[in-house]
C-alpha cells in the first residue's frame, strides 16, 4: 500500500510541478498554487518511501511467515484441563470403631501423586474426629493373593494437633506419603512386585504378635476364682457379669459397695487378656481381710499352678508387708509369665492388676 501512494504522491509532485511551469509562462497566476502543491506532494512521496519496509504488507513473504508461526504457536500451546475426579472404592475401614485411629483400605487406578492426594483429602474430609489416619492403596485387579488386589502404597496423615510429627513427616501438619520404596509418580505396574514383600512381611507380623492371655475364657476364670474364694472362706462369689461394651469384651462384677472385679476379653477369641479388682476398707479389720484374699483368689485364678503360700508370697512382694505404708504402694512382680502390680492411696483405695506383660497394648 505504501509503494502504491508514494508512487502516485511522485508523480503527482511532477505533473503540478508542470503546471507550475506552463502558468508561469502563460501569466495565469497559478503557479504559486502549482509549486506548492508540487512540493506538499513531494514530501508526502519521501514519507511513504520511509514508512514502506515498517509496513505489515512489506515484505509479503516475511508477513505470511509471522502469521503461519503465530499460528503455529497458538495450536501448540498446550490447554490445562481442570483435574478429573480419581474413583475409588473403600473395602476396609474400622471408622465405626471407638480409638484415634481410623485404618482405610481403598482400591484405585490412581497413578500419579496429585490422584492419590485427591483420595487423600476425600477420606480426610470424612475423618473428623480422629487423631490421625492411616489409608492403604490397593489396585483393583484381583491379585493371586485375594481379591483385594495387589498393595500400591499408604499415606498417614494426623487431623489435630495432639502428639508429634509422625514418622517421615517434619511437621505434624506434613503429610507422609509412600507408593512402595519409590516416588508417588511411579506407575502401579513398576513398583507391585517390590511392594509386595513389605505387605507380606506387616500381615505376618500382625498375625504373629501375641495375643495378651491370663485366662483361657471368661467361663474357666469365673470357675477358678470361685473355687478359690469359697476355699478361701469368702463369702463373694462371681455370679452376674455386666458387660460394659457393646461387643462384650469389658465386663464387670460388684461384689460390694466397697469392692469391683473388671476385665476385657480378647476380642479375637474370647480369652481373659487382663483384669484388676478395685477396693477400699472401711477402717475394720473384716473388709481390709476380705480385699487381701479376693487378691488372692484372683491371683489362683490367673496362675492355678501356684500354692496358697506363693499367693502371699506376691502379695508381699507388692509391698503388703506387716508395718508398712499400704496406702501408698505402687509395685509389680511377674509370675510364671502373668504381670501382678498395685497401685494405693488414700484417696483413691487400692488397685490390683493381672496381665500378660508381652502383650503388645
Not at 498446550?78 to 476396609?92: G, L, M, N, R, S
Not at 500419579?112 to 489409608?135: C, H, N, P
Request: proline letters at 4%; charged letters at 20%.
Amino acid at each position: 500500500m505504501w509503494i502504491f501512494i508514494s508512487v502516485m504522491c511522485f508523480l503527482g509532485s511532477l505533473a503540478c510541478l508542470l503546471g507550475a511551469i506552463v502558468s508561469l509562462f502563460q501569466k495565469q497566476g497559478l503557479h504559486t498554487k502549482y509549486f506548492l502543491i508540487s512540493g506538499a506532494l513531494f514530501v508526502f512521496f519521501i514519507a511513504a518511501i520511509v514508512a514502506a519496509p515498517a509496513s505489515p504488507d512489506v515484505p509479503a513473504t516475511a508477513n505470511r511467515t509471522n502469521v503461519a508461526t503465530t499460528a503455529t504457536n497458538q495450536l501448540n500451546t498446550p490447554v490445562k484441563e481442570a483435574p478429573k475426579t480419581v474413583p475409588y472404592t473403600i473395602f476396609e475401614d474400622n471408622k465405626n470403631e471407638k480409638g484415634p485411629t481410623r485404618k482405610v483400605r481403598v482400591m484405585t487406578d490412581a497413578t500419579t501423586e496429585a490422584e492419590f492426594r485427591q483420595i487423600v483429602e476425600s477420606i480426610r474430609k470424612d475423618s473428623m474426629g480422629f487423631e490421625y489416619v492411616w489409608l492403604y492403596f490397593h489396585d483393583p485387579k484381583p491379585s493371586k493373593y485375594g481379591s483385594t488386589g495387589d498393595f500400591v502404597g499408604a499415606v498417614r496423615f494426623p487431623l489435630t494437633r495432639r502428639g508429634v510429627a509422625l514418622s517421615g513427616a517434619k511437621t505434624i501438619d506434613e503429610l507422609y506419603l509412600t507408593i512402595g520404596n519409590q516416588s508417588a509418580q511411579t506407575l502401579k505396574s513398576e513398583v507391585a512386585i517390590d511392594v509386595k514383600p513389605y505387605e507380606e512381611a506387616v500381615t505376618k507380623r500382625e498375625q504373629s504378635k501375641r495375643v495378651g492371655t491370663i485366662s483361657p475364657s471368661l467361663e474357666q476364670f469365673k470357675q477358678a476364682f470361685n473355687a478359690s474364694a469359697k476355699q478361701l472362706g469368702l463369702s463373694h462369689q462371681i455370679n452376674k457379669i455386666n458387660f460394659i461394651d457393646s461387643k462384650q469384651v469389658s465386663f464387670q462384677v460388684e461384689f460390694s459397695d466397697l469392692l469391683f472385679l473388671n476385665g476385657d476379653l480378647n476380642a479375637k477369641d474370647g480369652s481373659l487378656r487382663s483384669a484388676f479388682m478395685a477396693g477400699g476398707t472401711d477402717g475394720t479389720d473384716k473388709t481390709g481381710n476380705n480385699m487381701l484374699l479376693s487378691f488372692v483368689a484372683l491371683i489362683a485364678a490367673t496362675n492355678p499352678g501356684l500354692s496358697r503360700e506363693e499367693g502371699d508370697d506376691i502379695l508381699m512382694d507388692l509391698g503388703f508387708v506387716k508395718g508398712n505404708d499400704t496406702l501408698n504402694l505402687k509395685e509389680s512382680v511377674i509370675k510364671n509369665g502373668v504381670k501382678y502390680s498395685i497401685q494405693s492411696s488414700k484417696e483413691a483405695g487400692f488397685w490390683f492388676f493381672v496381665e500378660d506383660p508381652n502383650h503388645e497394648y
